[in-house]
């Protein structure tokens, strides 16, 4: 099981968390994230055997991203394609390759239930010729436009975000929206694995087939839930 975290963002974690991770986003530009944080990020996980992902986002650094916000598609579709080119870019100037792409915030959410959205991102993929895979939501547009296009993709759960019983995730305004004890998210994400099983907050139980599990590096427990999981992995195989 792949389990990747957001990293490139300024939280100052990244070389604490590296060691425990199989894949990471990192971010370029559009939330956070410049050619030097870009650059370090990579060069930790090369040091780390972790795979390398872009995490584009909408150009908001005010709000880090996370705020719904209508783009045009061409604007849109033009920013997607810079982020992504400048981490590669940066990436053969490294000598290291893109695996992956992973949205951002809300971005990440829209495309999950837009389907206009989920296509646009999707051909910004395509724009790569490139086999990369895109990570997307269980369930989701993203990943009924990625399976109609033929576009390899990881189906991603969140082990320190709350589902709502649609299987959203619960916003970030509402109190349980997000995880922090290391020992209850190794349940969650042992059962997600195990039994294929993710439990919304009210214990609505959905059955998945799961391929990558994330955390996020702005937790305040981040370093310790990405080391249980770590241990977890090691154990369950």
Known sequence: MDINCDLGEGIGNDADLMPYLSSCNIACGGHAGDRETMISTMR?????????????????????GRKEIYVPQERLRSQLIHQIAELGALARLEDVEIHHVKPHGALYNMAARSSDLAKLIVNVLGFFKEDLVLYVPFGSQLERKSKEAG????????????YNDAFGLVPRSEPEAVITDPEEIRKRVERMINKGEVVSVSGKVRHVDIDTICIHGDNPSAVDIARELADLIKDLQ
């Open 151 to 162: 576009i390899p993709y990881a189906v991603e759960a969140f082990a320190d975000r709350n």
């Open 44 to 64: 930790l996980a090369k040091e780390h055997d972790v795979k390398i992902g872009a995490h584009p986002s909408f150009e908001d650094r005010p709000n880090f």
